[in-house]
């Protein structure tokens, strides 16, 4: 099994909701991913967590707040968010090394912030 | 700084061809290079992971080719079909984080 299963596919919220990305994986990696993607751009990596532990934020606004319940599930929590943040959300996983594994993606989820 | 840089940006071309994407970087200390398939609104799919100490890598018919001295990648697709069709992108693993540095992609047509 070598998938990262993200839900909700499409997500649209006003700027004073509070909503939640989930992403699922049981492929047994121990580092997970949150990117953001806006169309015909790479993605932009927000968070990672590496062993359930929060190892990398890069400078992402508060309204963002990322959790790791365990080490097959991610959460990005939204709160407040701006029009500006409409944008695929993609999780991925791979096995932490000292560089990099290979990373698997999930399908993403699209937001839409009105 | 490292930079990825994937030339065409764009490709389109009859169904058949052999065809080659390319992936230039500027600092060859890498630990690894990916090379991922995305379709439009989808996510990615990983295609090839090379690791630093590789020098190629094969997957059906994909081959995906490393040569660090002179920052290099290419991605080799044989007997090119209409479901190739989708923007290719290319990644180095680089630093002492978890930080892939991304190309902007080729977006890849291929016509019936």
């Known amino acids: 099994d070598t998938e990262v299963t993200q839900t909700p596919k499409h997500l649209v919220m006003g700027m004073t909701n509070k909503k939640s990305l989930k992403c699922e994986q049981h492929m047994g990696h121990r580092a997970m991913y949150w990117y953001k993607q806006k169309a015909k751009k790479p993605p932009e990596l927000m968070f990672v967590y590496s062993y359930e532990k929060l190892s990398i934020n890069e400078s992402v606004p508060s309204r963002f707040s990322p959790e790791c319940p365990n080490s097959s599930l991610l959460n990005l929590h939204l709160h407040a968010l701006q029009p500006e943040d409409s944008a695929l959300y993609l999780c991925?996983?791979?096995?932490?090394?000292?560089?990099?594994?290979?990373?698997?993606f999930g399908e993403g989820s699209r937001l839409t912030v009105l | 700084k490292q930079e990825v840089t994937q030339i065409p940006a764009a490709l389109s071309v009859p169904e058949g061809e052999n065809l080659v994407l390319n992936c230039s970087f500027t600092?060859?200390?890498?630990?690894?290079l990916q090379w991922f398939r995305q379709d439009p609104g989808k996510g990615l799919t990983s295609l090839l992971l090379i690791q630093s100490s590789q020098r190629e890598q094969t997957s059906g018919r994909l081959n995906a080719s490393l040569d660090k001295s002179s920052g290099r990648s290419t991605l080799y697709i044989a007997a090119s079909q209409p479901g190739d069709s989708a923007t290719y992108l290319c990644a180095v693993g680089a630093g002492n984080n978890r930080k892939l540095i991304w190309g902007l992609g080729t977006s890849l047509a291929v016509n019936p």
């Open positions: 600092d060859s200390a890498i630990y690894n």
């Open positions: 991925a996983s791979s096995q932490p090394a000292a560089g990099l594994g290979e990373l698997f």
